[in-house]
């Protein structure tokens, strides 16, 4: 087929999905169009060596990617990214009805952040038999204060536009399908495809003496945390929990992000010497680490919209054969527990988190590595990218078939 793909964010990016899956449509024989902006993700600044203009493609032999122009505002503000948003879907229109004219069927890779785009460009494309994945939903009716609320629910709404207009909606957690069918999808139209991660990466590692120095002071269990320290993660909550063990287990914290000057904050205050940060790795180093720690914590505050989002530190972790303490509610909770990969319990609740470290800290190897491999199985049989492509490229036929 002849297949467009739309993406706000795309490689060098860290936007694996949408990425993976148009080199992997081509590799399949499909002649794929990407159409994106330039790179600025997560500083807001437009990467260096790269120039915003009108006309810039690449292509290979089966893939094509145009980026359009965008705004970059880099202070992260609401204003600056409703800024970055709008402009994109300006410049997306004004390119996509010709770079996109012919193709069989669209994808469309849809955070908040495409909202606009997408709504515009399936107007201006007419029936383009599309397929949109959903990666994050929008409820208009979430409670937000001033320039935030008003936002909010203007990108519901052309969220909701999308949904109702898309041939076929696939969703990345699966309680989110509830959601979508509430804001208008048919519930016919809408399936399940979770995401996957970089399985080039991501494999289960031995660790080497380095990650082990890094991680591992003795023989205590060590629980690590990879990734972002936001406010979405609520990581001072495993702080409390890993104080009340401070004899019994340690916690590695690996990353950073705006709560993380809060969260170390916090580690002081309590004197939490079982409690440790290592600055942000590569991606190419995580395997290496998770190897050499006993269990990695995901970690999701208790808000509404994230019982329906399996954040991607989880599929790295299961790909990688690593056992996992889950401290979070919905699809997540539910994915480890059904998978027995490891402990959940409820999110923002550190008395139950430290019962669960503790009840980590006394499991023995064998069985930790039990649990490992269930996870990697379900990972293998539920997320893996060949599952998820298959998926896609079944929904993009029956989309154009429609």
């Known amino acids: 087929m002849r297949i467009g793909i739309l993406s706000y964010h795309f490689p060098p990016e860290p936007a694996f999905i949408p990425g993976s899956l148009a080199e992997e449509l081509a590799r399949r024989g499909h002649e794929v169009r990407v159409l994106t902006g330039f790179p600025d993700y997560p500083g807001g600044h437009v990467y260096p060596g790269w120039r915003q203009r009108w006309h810039h493609e690449t292509r290979s032999e089966r893939l094509t990617v145009r980026r359009v122009p965008r705004y970059a505002g880099g202070d992260g503000s609401v204003r600056s990214r409703m800024a970055g948003y709008l402009s994109f879907a300006g410049s997306a229109s004004l390119v996509g009805r010709r770079f996109l004219a012919g193709v069989d069927a669209l994808y469309v890779h849809q955070p908040p952040a495409t909202a606009f785009a997408a709504a515009a460009l399936l107007r201006l494309l007419g029936r383009v038999p599309t397929v949109l994945?959903?990666?994050?939903?929008?409820?208009?009716?979430e409670p937000a204060a001033g320039e935030h609320g008003r936002w909010a629910g203007r990108i519901a709404g052309a969220m909701a536009r999308t949904y109702r207009a898309a041939d076929r909606v696939a969703v990345a957690a699966p309680s989110m399908r509830e959601l979508v069918v509430a804001a208008g999808a048919d519930p016919a139209r809408v399936d399940v495809v979770l995401n996957w991660t970089d399985e080039r990466i991501f494999q289960p590692a031995r660790p080497s003496?380095?990650?082990?120095?890094?991680?591992?002071r003795d023989d205590r269990c060590v629980v690590m945390h990879a990734g972002t320290i936001g406010a979405r993660q609520g990581l001072e909550t495993a702080v409390r929990a890993a104080?009340?063990?401070?004899?019994?287990m340690d916690l590695v914290l690996v990353g950073s992000g705006e709560q993380e000057r809060r969260v170390r904050g916090l580690a002081a205050e309590l004197r939490a010497d079982n409690v440790r940060f290592v600055e942000r790795r590569s991606p190419l180093d995580m395997p290496e680490l998770y190897a050499a720690a006993d269990y990695q914590l995901v970690m999701l505050r208790d808000l509404p919209e994230l019982r329906s989002t399996l954040p991607g530190k989880l599929q790295a972790a299961l790909s990688c054969a690593a056992?996992?303490?889950?401290?979070?509610?919905?699809?997540?909770?539910?994915?480890?527990?059904?998978?027995?990969a490891g402990l959940s319990c409820p999110p923002e609740d550190w008395a139950t988190l430290a019962d669960r470290f503790w009840l980590a800290a006394t499991i023995p190897p064998g069985a930790r590595a039990d649990m490992g491999r269930r996870g990697r199985e379900a990972y293998l049989r539920q997320m893996s990218m060949p599952a998820g492509v298959d998926r896609i490229e079944r929904l993009l036929y029956d989309a154009a078939a429609r």
Not at 209 to 216: E, G, K, S, T, Y
Not at 325 to 333: E, F, M, N, P
């Open 243 to 248: 104080v009340a063990l401070d004899s019994t």
């Open 323 to 340: 056992p996992v303490v889950a401290s979070a509610g919905g699809d997540t909770a539910e994915l480890v527990e059904r998978a027995r």
């Open 133 to 141: 994945h959903v990666q994050d939903v929008w409820a208009e009716e």
């Open 209 to 216: 003496p380095a990650a082990r120095r890094l991680v591992r």
